[in-house]
């Protein structure tokens, strides 16, 4: 079991920037991709950026591409997501998410298993 907690969230102005993190409890957390995942007002969750256990492998989606990053410090058990030049079609509830399945590469949310509760992030214009 993964417990994830986010924070971070919050009401940014268009060109702005914010910081997500995700802690997450696990013993084994250099064991575990990690992902971000976002679902706005009337949209289906979508995927934003995932990293693989050793950071080695990251998939970031089109639309955040040269404006977000991930990362993650497997000392802190701790994923973090910068968002740059943020966009207000960026608003969306963001979720962290956690598996110990092995793949090549993650891009999917029916890849991961363990999820938060998900953090509000709203972009003003």
């Known amino acids: 079991q993964v417990q994830l907690v986010e924070s971070g969230g919050g009401l940014v102005q268009a060109g702005g920037s914010l910081r997500l993190s995700c802690a997450a409890s696990t013993r084994t957390f250099s064991s575990v991709a990690m992902g971000w995942f976002r679902q706005g007002p009337g949209k289906d969750r979508e995927s934003v950026a995932t990293i693989s256990r050793s950071g080695g492998m990251i998939y970031y989606a089109d639309s955040v591409k040269g404006r977000f990053t991930i990362t993650r410090d497997n000392d802190q058990n701790t994923v973090y997501l910068h968002m740059d030049t943020l966009k207000p079609e960026d608003t969306a509830v963001y979720y962290c998410?956690?598996?110990?399945?092995?793949?090549?590469?993650?891009?999917?949310?029916?890849?991961?298993?363990?999820w938060g509760q998900g953090t509000q992030v709203t972009v003003s214009s």
């Open positions: 998410a956690a598996t110990y399945r092995l793949y090549n590469y993650y891009t999917k949310s029916d890849e991961f298993d363990y």
